[in-house]
T-cell receptor, first 112, second 114 residues
Framework: SQKIEQNSEALNIQEGKTATLTCNYT??????LQWYRQDPGRGPVFLLL?????KEKRKERLKVTFDTTLKQSLFHITASQPADSATYLC???????????FGGGTRLMVKP | EAGVVQSPRYKIIEKKQPVAFWCNPI?????LYWYRQNLGQGPELLIR????????DSQLPKDRFSAERLKGVDSTLKIQPAELGDSAVYLC????????????FGPGTRLTVL
């Protein structure tokens, strides 16, 4: 069965450092992958999309990589700030309509 | 521009009672989704609509859950009767039709079944 794994343990880092979150998947051939941010009591908010034929995408302090051979995506936040503290969700999409399968999310805590 | 609106934000009911959730998507979005999110987990799709047609409801427990999207705009998700295991956050999202489009989520309805 399809499986998407994100580190369920919280990631604690110091302000100013680079945060790296991992999304691994099995039994899936996604056409694209999206990353979302979710704050407590709120719905997820879209951050970045990367397609299967793209290796890397950047947006301001965010960078996403997508390795279809390793079946892995890495999500980086450079120069992290306490305001970046949230849960980050990866979601895989196929070609049959805009349907996403979400991972369980990783909670990031950036300490000042 | 208004985002996805959901109501109520919180609902506490006794088991075996019915409950309904309402969603108003972003204007112009053809596709509407209902997700369920358990604590510490990612959202799981329950049903997806393209306009007023349910195009994927394979994960919807049809013995107790029902949904409708009249006129292809607002949507209602109903549970009858509710069970203890239905306690979760119910998220509504909308997007333009087609692959790759970002989904816009509402704040969710937190359901507690006692």
């Amino acid at each position: 069965s399809q499986k998407i794994e994100q580190n369920s343990e919280a990631l604690n880092i110091q302000e100013g450092k680079t945060a790296t979150l991992t999304c691994n998947y099995t039994n899936y051939s996604p056409a694209y992958l999206q990353w979302y941010r979710q704050d407590p009591g709120r719905g997820p908010v879209f951050l970045l999309l990367i397609r299967e034929n793209e290796k890397e995408k950047r947006k301001e302090r965010l960078k996403v990589t997508f390795d279809t051979t390793l079946k892995q995506s890495l999500f980086h936040i450079t120069a992290s700030q306490p305001a970046d503290s949230a849960t980050y969700l990866c979601a895989l999409g196929g070609n049959a309509g805009n349907m996403l399968t979400f991972g369980g999310g990783t909670r990031l805590m950036v300490k000042p | 521009e208004a985002g996805v609106v959901q109501s109520p934000r919180y609902k506490i009911i006794e088991k075996k009672q019915p409950v309904a959730f309402w969603c108003n998507p972003i204007s112009g979005h053809n596709t509407l989704y209902w997700y369920r999110q358990n604590l510490g987990q990612g959202p799981e799709l329950l049903i997806r609509y393209e306009n007023e047609e349910a195009v994927d409801d394979s994960q919807l427990p049809k013995d107790r859950f029902s949904a409708e999207r009249l006129k292809g705009v607002d949507s209602t998700l109903k549970i009858q009767p509710a069970e203890l295991g239905d306690s979760a956050v119910y998220l509504c999202a909308s997007s333009f039709r087609g692959n790759y489009n970002e989904q816009f989520f509402g704040p969710g309805t937190r359901l507690t079944v006692l």
